[in-house]
């Protein structure tokens, strides 16, 4: 048995998909969001957006990766132990929709679960160069979270 280290066995990670998408490479694409989202790190989850990307995020209007990463750390610090699923929902060759839900609670421990639709514009590298999301947030008892 071999105790090389797991990259060396399977060799570099894949890169992220492209456009044009294809029902496969706009699968994993989301995959890779919603993972990346899942780590609450403002840092990682930057990383996916061009420098200058344009966010609609509720109501609240960002544009580049400073911003991003600014919001991201507001969100973490009020939607504790947030846990998220995104589901593909459209694609065309330079864009993706979504719908997603994700389950949260605040620091008083009262849980909410958000609900919503993101419509997500790449550049030719893979990075997302634009994000459209509209989010509604519904008040649940912690015995009815789904993600856990």
């Known amino acids: 048995m071999s105790h090389a280290p797991r ?29 990346a989202w899942n780590s609450r790190d ?3 989850v930057a990383l996916a957006y061009t420098e200058d990307s344009e966010w609609r995020n509720r109501g609240e209007f960002l544009r580049g990766r400073e911003a991003i990463k600014a919001f991201l750390r507001r969100k973490w610090a009020k939607e504790l132990d947030y846990r998220l699923m995104k589901e593909l929902w459209a694609f065309t060759s330079h864009r993706i929709s979504v719908r997603f839900e994700y389950e949260w609670h605040d620091d008083e421990g009262e849980w909410f679960r958000s609900h919503g639709n993101e419509h997500w514009e790449f550049d030719d590298d893979g990075l997302m ?13 912690e015995e009815d979270r789904r993600y856990r």
């Open 7 to 35: 990259a060396a066995i399977d060799g570099p990670p894949a890169p992220p998909p492209r456009p044009p998408f294809t029902a496969e490479t706009a699968a994993r694409k989301v995959k890779l969001a919603e993972d």
């Open 129 to 141: 160069r634009r994000r459209d999301a509209s989010i509604n947030d519904i008040p649940i008892r």
């Open 42 to 44: 403002p840092e990682r």
